[in-house]
């Protein structure tokens, strides 16, 4: 077994399209970012390569490749499941933190753990998603961005 870990941060601009997990979070504001800005899924790919010890998200979706600008990042997470099962592995289970103030997070989890565990190929409980407020401290506190934390157990495929 392989575990990886991954962090990823994005700030708010002008906008109101907010995307976490694959989900459209009506919001305010939006990610200022090259691709969707889903800080969700790019915590959680970075703990998959991580745990495959592949590097991280900048290194295969670099954000001065042009290919990459506004693309869904559900589209990049099946580039790193396709990257486990090439290497040998499948998820065993992830646990992933969202970071915010504001939006509350709850009304969408659902939604997103069975948009990710879709394209991970894997059953929903396999992949757990959870929201926490920082108090109003930090740069989150203050609803300037967002910030997630993914943990990837990663296990060998059953030939």
Known sequence: MRIGQGYDVHAFGVGDRLILGGVHIPFDRAF?????????????????????????????????????????????????AEMMSVHGYCLGNADLTIV???????????????????VLGCDKGQVNIKATTTERLGFTGREEGIACYATSLLVPLVV
Request: charged share 25%; with cysteine; glycine share 8%.
């Open 100 to 118: 915010a103030q504001r939006p509350k997070m709850a009304p969408y989890l659902d939604a997103m753990k069975l948009k990710i565990s879709a």
């Open 32 to 80: 200022v970012a090259h691709s969707d800005g889903d800080v969700l899924v790019h915590a959680l790919i970075d703990s998959l390569l991580g745990g495959l010890g592949l590097g991280d998200i900048g290194q295969h979706f670099p954000d001065t490749n042009e290919k990459y600008r506004d693309c869904d990042s559900l589209d990049l997470l099946s580039v790193a």
